[in-house]
């Protein structure tokens, strides 16, 4: 009797428990969802991370602020200092892409395709806030492929290709599970 007392105390010492909440973000893949800004939020927006030991890949959609429609589609890997802390650097990438009629009483066929396409390299930090929320924060560089085309020949239509170096900030809180 006097066994399974002990036994009880033990399982039962909440400096055990703590320990092992801890510890549940040392092993195995984990899930996290966050929201932010920057290309890896495909400008605004949230994404579904799978993080695995210092590694993470997402997907997510945003709102592109850069031309004020919805939805963009985002991706990327991250490679962290820590087990899904600490220091880190995001590969990114976002992609809008929309298709407008031109249509005119005469030629109801044409259309102008816009595509907007960003990727981005930020070097930051997470930090994570027991019982599994998260804040983190970067900063790094990005290029833009600013696309137009299609088919018009009306007034006012032009295509061009546009590339350009754009700045990239990462600010975001999340749960991690």
């Known amino acids: 009797m006097g066994t399974l007392v002990a036994l009880a105390l033990l399982a039962a010492d909440p400096s055990r428990v703590d320990e092992d909440a801890?510890?549940?973000?040392?092993?195995?893949?984990?899930?996290?969802?966050?929201?932010?800004?920057?290309v890896a939020f495909g400008s605004v927006g949230a994404h579904l991370e799978l993080l695995v030991d210092h590694f993470a890949a997402f997907i997510g959609t945003g709102v592109d602020l850069h031309n004020s429609q919805p939805w963009t589609v985002a991706g990327g890997i991250r490679f962290f200092s820590g087990r899904g802390e600490g220091f880190l650097l995001s590969l990114n990438a976002a992609r809008?892409?929309?298709?407008?009629?031109?249509?005119?009483?005469?030629?109801?066929?044409?259309?102008?395709?816009?595509?907007?396409?960003?990727?981005?390299?930020?070097?930051?930090?997470?930090?994570?806030?027991?019982?599994?929320?998260?804040?983190?924060?970067?900063?790094?560089?990005?290029?833009?492929?600013d696309l137009k085309h299609g088919n018009g020949t009306g007034d006012g239509f032009y295509a061009y290709d546009r590339r350009s170096v754009i700045p990239d900030a990462d600010l975001a809180v999340g749960f991690e599970f």
């Open 96 to 145: 809008f892409t929309s298709t407008a009629s031109t249509a005119r009483p005469f030629n109801p066929y044409e259309f102008i395709t816009y595509d907007y396409r960003y990727y981005s390299a930020t070097l930051g930090y997470r930090i994570r806030v027991p019982p599994g929320l998260f804040m983190e924060f970067g900063a790094g560089v990005g290029w833009l492929r």
């Open 22 to 38: 801890g510890n549940r973000f040392e092993h195995g893949v984990h899930i996290a969802i966050a929201a932010g800004g920057g």
